[in-house]
């Protein structure tokens, strides 16, 4: 394993969806695909590991919680245009939890993948 690489897991409901999704429209490369179950893919130093129902790390705890997609926690994508980025990816039916909020360090809106993990897009301040 390389430690070039920052590693974030997310549980998804379908691999191949999220592997269309992360590619297609975000920029990833697929690092490894071991569909059904598990796939890893890219993005500069970003690793994310897209683990299915049949991934080891989406299995239950020794006390029997099930990890599931979504939350709050979520990877964050630096976008030189936000407002240019959400109209691309509104264009092409995808669904955001909020507007583009805009604070001192920059402007950020939260996108969901196909399984409802975040996605941050944030365009720094000038």
């Not at 920059?106 to 196909?114: C, N």
């Given at each position: 394993?390389?430690?070039?690489?920052?590693?974030?897991?997310?549980?998804?409901?379908?691999?191949?969806?999220?592997?269309?999704?992360?590619?297609?429209?975000?920029?990833?490369?697929?690092?490894?695909?071991?569909?059904?179950?598990?796939?890893?893919?890219?993005?500069?130093?970003l690793r994310l590991l897209l683990s299915g129902k049949a991934s080891s790390?989406?299995?239950?705890?020794?006390?029997?919680?099930?990890?599931?997609?979504?939350?709050?926690?979520?990877?964050?994508?630096?976008?030189?245009?936000?407002?240019?980025?959400?109209?691309?990816?509104?264009?092409?039916?995808?669904?955001?939890?909020?507007?583009?909020?805009?604070?001192?360090?920059?402007s950020q809106i939260l996108l969901d993948d196909p399984s409802g993990n975040p996605i941050e897009l944030f365009e720094p301040a000038?």
């Amino acid at each position: 394993m390389s430690d070039d690489f920052v590693s974030v897991r997310y549980i998804v409901d379908d691999v191949s969806a999220s592997i269309e999704f992360y590619t297609s429209l975000l920029g990833f490369t697929i690092q490894q695909d071991a569909r059904p179950a598990f796939a890893s893919i890219i993005r500069g130093n970003l690793r994310l590991l897209l683990s299915g129902k049949a991934s080891s790390g989406a299995q239950a705890m020794p006390d029997g919680r099930q990890p599931v997609p979504g939350g709050w926690n979520r990877i964050l994508l630096i976008v030189s245009d936000i407002r240019a980025e959400v109209a691309r990816l509104r264009g092409a039916g995808l669904s955001f939890r909020n507007d583009v909020l805009k604070g001192v360090g920059g402007s950020q809106i939260l996108l969901d993948d196909p399984s409802g993990n975040p996605i941050e897009l944030f365009e720094p301040a000038h």
